[in-house]
């Protein structure tokens, strides 16, 4: 009887083992993998934001961290990509954080020219609401383009809000908190890059980027 138990006692150890060593395994490959489409992405959406006829750098290989959380909306370094022509900075792709989001965090990234115009705005991840809040991803609704050339004058240029609040940008049926959130993220982004822009877009690169 013991012997019994010893003996499946043993292959239970055994077989958890194997699972344990298989998923070990699995998850390393899967990692990289995933790691790769992440940054096949990133790629592809630096060069929608930013186009190829303004710049003639490869975006990802000019990274800088930005750590400002009041700017950024979180308290850690996020990386912004640097546009050049002929070694002259043209345009910056921002990362930031719109912390106030409906479910919680949504990750965006923004095309600014030197001048301080609106390129672009993309989504790069969020929980919001399938139907509702989603429509800030570009693959369910155009409302991201709305940013597109537009500049912030001021701190307190009033445009730079949801229409309920008196500005520009379009709210969404039963979901204004999300795109009010996107809306000041951006905004704040902006503010930033207007105080920083003469050194902000001289910073040499400081921030390892994997792209195999």
Known sequence: MQKS????????????????????VVNHQTVDKIKEQQQLELKRTLHQLIPDDMHDNELTEYCILIHD????????????YIATNQSVPVAIAMEAIAPDGYNGNIKLI??????????GVR???????PGLGDKIDLRKSDW??????????????????VKKDGGDFDQFTGATI?????????????IYFNENSETLLKRPANCEVDYR
């Open 5 to 24: 138990i010893l003996k499946n006692g043993f292959l239970l150890g055994l077989f958890a083992l194997l699972c344990t060593a298989f998923v070990a």
């Open 69 to 80: 959380k009041e700017a950024m909306g979180v308290d850690m370094p996020l990386p912004s």
């Open 110 to 119: 923004i095309g600014i020219d030197s001048h301080g115009t609106v390129l």
């Open 123 to 129: 989504t790069l991840s969020h929980a919001e609401t």
């Open 144 to 161: 991201v383009l709305s940013f597109n050339q537009k500049k912030l004058q001021s701190e307190t240029d009033k445009r730079w809000n």
């Open 178 to 190: 999300t795109p009010r959130a996107y809306v000041k993220a951006v905004r704040k982004a902006l």
